[in-house]
């Protein structure tokens, strides 16, 4: 029976334990390129004894940033301090990954402590914006510009050059965004994509999207090094993206090449009912686990040890992400397995204060 400690192989990369640091945008970079402080965030959860570090969503091109603040992979400049950093998490037995990103009609915002609303050109924000449909988000955001199909070709070449990129920086997982209401979540929902061509209407054209990514990436990204796809598994909105739906695109994806489902939830639209409490997405990752034989990562309100470990042994998911808990304690695989009496070796410099309790 697996553990919360047991190693996970995903083609021939290896993870100590079944523990990923969610991705967590951060805000703050400028003009896209990594600093000190996502050394500092990503490289202690490392030194902490994750073994899967993920970078925030990264974006694939300027406009498909998030905030003007947003980590990018855009121009090869933005490749040599990822390099270092990710250099560094892997000296310390973690696996490096970055999560790529489009934002669609959620781009050109600011941090959520400035309130996140729309950032004016002059404040360093940028029009037009793109989405599958030229619909805002909600009431009184940007209109996004519709997409046409050398757009949507831009956007699909884009994510595999910052692919490459990402490999040249030693990244050793990638993960597609595809989650909380961004472009390539857009695609799949119904309540965002109203196209009538190929890539609208029925189910085959609103995954089209991101299979395309997904086969563009696979074409550059080495055989041997996985690739994840963030899923908002549902829309908790009635007519909108479904379980079902999101059982019946991963079966899409699998055969694609994609080894990992992260599974989350919601963003389409604002003001869905969202039943958030313990491990609520959970039953996502143990569904399309089991009717898509993908191993999937479950997230959302994980952060116990004992709530983690019972999910891995009973096969609810094979990997668990955490976020919020990460931010409180970047330590937490340390402390989680010194709770569950599970050896662990810890950084050397770091070896007395994680002794047996
Ligand atoms: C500060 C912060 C930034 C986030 N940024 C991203 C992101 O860049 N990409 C993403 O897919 N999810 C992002 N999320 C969502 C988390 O990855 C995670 O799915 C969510 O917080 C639920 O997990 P938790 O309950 O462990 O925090 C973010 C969450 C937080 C708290």
């Not at 994750?50 to 603040?69: K, N, Y």
């Not at 080894?259 to 869905?272: R, Y």
Request: net charge neutral; glycine share 8%.
């Amino acid at each position: 029976m697996p553990t919360l400690f047991s190693p996970l192989k995903l083609r021939d990369v290896h993870l100590r334990n079944r523990i990923g640091v969610s991705p967590m945008c951060q805000y703050s970079s400028v003009d896209g390129f990594a600093n000190k402080w996502h050394l500092v965030h990503l490289g202690s959860r490392a030194v902490g004894g994750a073994a899967l570090v993920m970078t925030e969503a990264t974006a694939v091109t300027p406009e498909g940033r998030i905030s003007p603040q947003d980590l990018g992979l855009w121009k090869d400049t933005q490749i040599e301090i990822l390099a270092q950093i990710f250099r560094f998490i892997e000296a310390q037995g973690a696996v490096p990954a970055m999560q790529l990103a489009h934002a669609g009609r959620k781009a050109s915002t600011s941090p959520p402590w400035e309130g996140g609303d729309a950032v004016s050109e002059t404040n360093g924000g940028w029009r037009p914006i793109y989405a599958p449909t030229a619909e805002p988000f909600k009431k009184d955001d940007i209109v996004p510009r519709e997409l046409d199909h050398a757009g949507i070709q831009y956007v699909v070449r884009a994510f595999a050059q910052s692919a490459q990129r990402a490999l040249a920086s030693g990244a050793k997982m990638i993960e597609i965004h595809a989650a909380h209401g961004y472009l390539l979540h857009e695609f799949l929902s119904p309540l965002s994509n109203k196209r009538t061509d190929e890539y609208g209407g029925a189910f085959d054209n609103r995954t089209r999207a991101l299979r395309e990514v997904v086969q563009a990436i696979r074409r550059i990204w080495p055989e041997s090094l996985p690739v994840a796809v963030r899923i908002s598994a549902t829309d908790w909105v009635e007519g909108g993206w479904d379980a079902d739906q999101s059982v019946a695109l991963v079966h899409q994806l699998k055969p694609l090449g994609v080894d990992l489902i992260d599974c989350s939830s919601g963003g389409a639209v604002p003001n869905a009912k969202i039943p958030l409490g313990p491990g609520y997405q959970v039953p996502f990752a143990e569904r399309i686990r089991r009717e898509a034989q993908v191993p999937t990562a479950a997230v959302g309100m994980i952060t116990t040890p004992e709530q983690a470990n019972d999910l891995i042994r009973a096969r609810r998911a094979d990997v668990i992400f955490m976020a919020r808990e990460f931010l409180r304690e970047p330590y937490w695989p340390l402390n989680a397995a010194a709770d569950l009496g599970i050896p662990m070796k810890a950084p050397v410099q770091y070896g007395r204060a994680f002794v047996a309790r």
